[in-house]
Nanobody
Framework: QVQLVESGGGLVQAGGSLRLSCVAS????????MGWYRQAPGEQRELVAA???????SYADSVKGRFTISRGNARNTVYLQMNNLKSEDTAVYYC???????????????WGQGTQVTVSS
């Protein structure tokens, strides 16, 4: 009922930039939060950047000043501009939405398939 399509991942040298995109579709009645998480092999999944209620933003300390999250004109679209990438940023990046599905029982979290970001030294 909810589909999240991520794009923009790839291989980049340290210091380079990438821009991730996520588009949510399906029987979505409302989105309360939308953003990006990442998970490196052997590591826990962590919040990278997200919009919350009232379009407030949250960032992981490790990406502050380097990454910027933004919304498209369509409010079901979110971008993550990643600048000055470091090898420590290497991970699978997942789009996440906290959404209310049309005809559904309540709010829930939905995840994309992930897009690989690899930063070489």
């Amino acid at each position: 009922q909810v589909q999240l399509v991520e794009s923009g991942g790839g291989l980049v040298q340290a210091g380079g930039s990438l821009r991730l995109s996520c588009v949510a579709s399906g029987r979505i009645f409302a989105i309360n939060a939308m953003g990006w998480y990442r998970q490196a092999p052997g590591e826990q999944r962590e919040l990278v950047a997200a919009f919350g209620s009232g379009d407030t933003t949250s960032y992981a300390d490790s990406v502050k000043g380097r990454f910027t999250i933004s919304r498209g004109n369509a409010r079901n679209t979110v971008y993550l501009q990643m600048n000055n990438l470091k090898s420590e940023d290497t991970a699978v990046y997942y789009c996440n939405v906290h959404a209310l599905v049309t005809g559904g029982p309540g709010w829930g979290d939905y995840w994309g398939q992930g897009t690989q970001v690899t930063v070489s030294s």
